[in-house]
């Protein structure tokens, strides 16, 4: 069976980038820095950036490339008993990550239609917890199935099927050929719309205004290296599998370059627009800027429908900022979608299509809880154990398994060989010894938290239950897929590096 390749280099770009920006790059990376010094948290950020995040996406592209195949399927031509650790990414990712993802992407799209009228009114807090989520108080509270949220979860459910049917070059290549520009418009015409706003500049000096005194704190080194990690797409199989679409001739370094530029880059861009509009706020309700700046969800769900009801013209801000997340968010998530599918068409050989079509069932089947009134109780247990340990995890294991139980030096050569930017021995010192000492100390200062108070208020119970098993299910998955025999001769097939 050939394998599919990306009609262009610059198609393989954009799927890369459309996978790195997600919801994340608008919301959660202006927040940080804001809370850990402004314009000095650049700092930390770019030296992250340059010693984890770029070699450990060039280790990712290598892989796919050099082992040609899927997460599973590259770890198993390094070293077959390490199958496994290309299943467990792809599966928690998929039905973990993927699951509550969309069902943010579907709040989007909600918040995208209601912006025309405004439809959240003068209260957005009691409108999004009350009216819209109807949240429960317990994550065992579950309740009933939200209807706005289960209609927008059928269109994204529908949108991720029908752009992953269509295969490599007319599916996920042409959508992001789409969604990528439509994106960089969208948030330019946001940019520029808010810096003109009364007391934007208040938001920029907030958001930029450097205080060096952070950096000593290790928790800012710490959230720099984590925030590179997760917004890079690393650990979730996807820029490998992505990258074993490419042709023989590929310059990986390059585009490793230009996708965490590009990546990082639109997340700096897009603060302008989050903090001018939370400045506007600011003067516009005569209150200092800490009181109206919210993290995560609250910033694009309850801060952002407040000020947008205050601007003028406010209704077609909103709806170009909601539809804006909802293209970063489907960029996304049709990746790792992509990722799994292709993980299984690699292993047994199934038909693409039907693959795809039952995969989006069982994730669509599968996200509905989140819809629920528990839902984002779920969404909060879940993420956090999946994002902080799950990909953490993987990524220390993933620079083990290449570091030390493979010549890494091959991999190194066949990513020179086709690059344009040469890798030194300092790669194979970041890749084998300063990455998983960094993610390391990441991993063991979240144990320490974890088992110092439950997460976030939670019960003992619905920690171990909805967090802790939800990985231990995912694990167990994992080594039972990887303990099937290959029904393609994929894991047979020769690479393109050095196997002596």
């Not at 407040?306 to 968010?329: R, Y």
């Not at 994002?387 to 990513?415: A, N, P």
């Amino acid at each position: 069976m050939k394998r599919e390749q990306w009609k262009s280099q610059t198609g393989f770009l954009l799927a890369a980038v459309g996978s790195a920006i997600g919801l994340g790059n608008i919301w959660r990376f202006s927040y940080m820095a804001y809370s850990h010094g402004g314009g000095a948290f650049l700092i930390p950020y770019i030296i992250a950036l340059m010693t984890a995040g770029i070699p450990l996406l060039i280790l990712e592209f290598g892989i796919g490339h050099e082992r040609i195949g899927s997460a599973p399927l590259a770890y198993a031509k390094i070293r077959r008993n390490w199958e496994w650790l290309g299943w467990w990414a792809v599966t928690f990712v998929m039905f973990g990550i993927e699951l509550y993802y969309s069902v943010i992407i579907s709040w989007c799209l909600n918040f995208f239609m209601l912006s025309f009228n405004l439809g959240w009114g003068d209260d957005p807090n009691t409108f999004f917890f009350e009216d819209f989520l109807a949240m429960s108080d317990a994550p065992s509270d579950i309740g009933n199935v939200r209807s706005p949220i289960l209609i927008g979860l059928i269109v994204v459910w529908f949108l991720n099927w029908l752009i992953i049917y269509r295969g490599i070059q007319k599916g996920i290549e042409l959508a992001n050929r789409i969604f990528m520009p439509t994106l960089f418009v969208l948030t330019a015409v946001l940019v520029f719309w808010s810096l003109s706003l009364e007391g934007a500049m208040t938001g920029i000096r907030a958001y930029l205004s450097p205080d060096f005194s952070q950096l000593s704190s290790p928790a800012v080194w710490i959230d720099a290296y984590s925030q590179i990690f997760f917004t890079l797409s690393l650990g979730f199989g996807i820029m490998i599998a992505y990258a074993s679409y490419l042709p023989a001739k590929a310059n990986i370094t390059k585009y490793a370059l230009l996708t965490a530029a590009l990546n990082s880059g639109f997340s700096l861009f897009a603060g302008f627009a989050v903090f001018s509009v939370l400045g506007f706020m600011a003067v516009s309700q005569q209150l200092p800027i800490d009181e109206v700046v919210r993290e995560s969800i609250g910033l694009a769900f309850i801060a952002y429908p407040k000020a947008i009801s205050l601007m003028p013209g406010g209704n077609i801000f909103g709806a170009i900022f909601f539809l804006s997340l909802f293209v970063a968010g489907l960029s996304s998530s049709i990746s790792i979608i992509e990722a799994f599918t292709s993980a299984i068409v690699d292993k047994f050989g199934f038909n693409r299509k039907s693959v795809v079509t039952a995969v989006c069932c069982i994730g669509f089947a599968g996200s509905i809880i989140f819809a629920t009134n528990a839902g984002i109780h779920w969404l909060d247990i879940v993420d956090h154990f999946l994002t902080h340990y799950g990909l953490v995890v993987v990524g220390v294991f993933e620079c083990i398994l290449v570091g030390w139980f493979f010549r890494l030096d091959i991999l190194r050569k066949h990513i020179n060989s086709v690059s344009s930017f040469k890798l030194g021995t300092w790669w194979n010192l970041l890749i084998k010894y300063f990455i998983p000492l960094v993610l390391g100390v990441i991993l063991v200062g979240d144990l320490y938290n974890e088992l110092s108070k439950p997460y976030s208020g939670y019960t003992w119970a619905s920690i171990i239950l909805i967090g802790r098993d939800w990985i231990l299910i995912t694990v167990i998955v994992a080594f039972w897929i990887a303990s099937k025999d290959w029904k393609t001769d994929e894991h047979l097939k020769p690479v393109r590096g050095e196997t002596k």
